[in-house]
């Protein structure tokens, strides 16, 4: 059974705190990110030993599909830097309104409010 219930927006009010946490989490998450994608591009170019090549192709699958989402996550991640520093940071993509304080502080990259972000995941 779906739950279609809609969550309300509330406590959107960002104070000068909440932003340098958020900013330095981002900041965090970039670096993070950045490693991850150094990392899994040094281990494609150094083969230790000689995997089959069912291993191989299996392998190269999965780095494949780890970078694409890394490079997702890093996107995301500056956007929400450019955000801040054009002063749009916590404003909706779609409706324009607040996102939430609370979805910022557990998603700091954030585009849409919750309301959006379900209409966009529920296909609308």
């Known amino acids: 059974m779906v739950n279609h219930r809609i969550i309300d927006d509330h406590n959107t009010a960002l ?42 192709a299996s392998q190269l699958e999965v780095r494949n599909k780890l970078v694409a989402s890394a490079r997702l996550v890093l996107a995301d991640v500056e956007a929400a830097l450019t955000r801040m520093d054009q002063g749009r940071y916590g404003t909706c993509h779609l409706c324009r309104g607040p996102v939430a304080r609370e979805l910022l502080m557990i998603v700091p990259q954030a585009r849409y409010c919750a309301r959006c972000r379900q209409v966009r995941e529920a296909g609308g």
């Open 15 to 56: 104070s000068t705190e909440d932003l340098a946490a958020l900013r330095e989490n981002l900041h965090e998450q970039r670096l993070f990110r950045q490693e991850q994608l150094h990392q899994l591009s040094a281990a494609a170019t150094s083969r230790a030993g000689a995997p089959s090549i069912l291993q191989a």
